[in-house]
């Protein structure tokens, strides 16, 4: 596992949920694909429209998300984006700084829930054997000779 990957993800929580939720884990980190995109593209559109109010449901949503699975680094980025963007709503101007938190959240996200991925998918995590399918790695050429 990559540097970056333990910056990304909180494996020892990510680890502990798994066991908590036990078979209902697939299904909360299923929600977590699923809302994250759905916030994502809502905090998006939020920015273009400059609507600062609508920045802060889907990035509280996110938020909560992200901290259950063990994804800190989304769910700080998301905190930032959903406190700053109320501070504005009762302050009366658009949070224009927060452009490149928004893309950050984007990249983050996809690059959390691609580890996430690689975790939980069979198919992801075994490692490819070395000599083919249903071969080892031995050489018998000598096996019933003299």
């Known amino acids: ?48 429209e400059q609507n600062t109010a609508a920045l802060v449901l889907p990035s509280h949503t ?24 109320r501070l504005c709503v009762e302050t009366h101007r658009f949070p224009d700084e927060l452009v490149p938190e928004v893309v950050e959240l984007r990249r983050l996200f996809d690059e959390t829930v691609a580890l996430f991925e690689k975790a939980t998918n069979p198919v992801l995590t075994r490692a490819p054997s070395a000599g083919g399918f249903g071969r080892k790695n031995v050489s018998n050429q000598g096996f019933g000779r003299i």
Do not use: H, N
Not at 11 to 17: G, L, T
Not at 24 to 29: M, N, S, V
Not at 73 to 82: F, G, R, Y
């Open 62 to 85: 996110i938020k909560g998300e992200a901290r259950q699975l063990g994804a800190e680094p989304v769910a700080k980025i998301a905190e930032l984006i959903e406190t700053t963007a």
């Open 1 to 48: 596992m990559s540097d970056e990957a333990r910056d990304i993800v909180d494996w020892a929580y990510f680890e502990k949920s798994r066991t908590e939720l036990g078979a209902g884990f697939i299904k909360i980190l299923s929600y977590f694909k699923e809302d994250g995109v759905k916030s994502i593209c809502q905090i998006e559109d939020a920015m273009r």
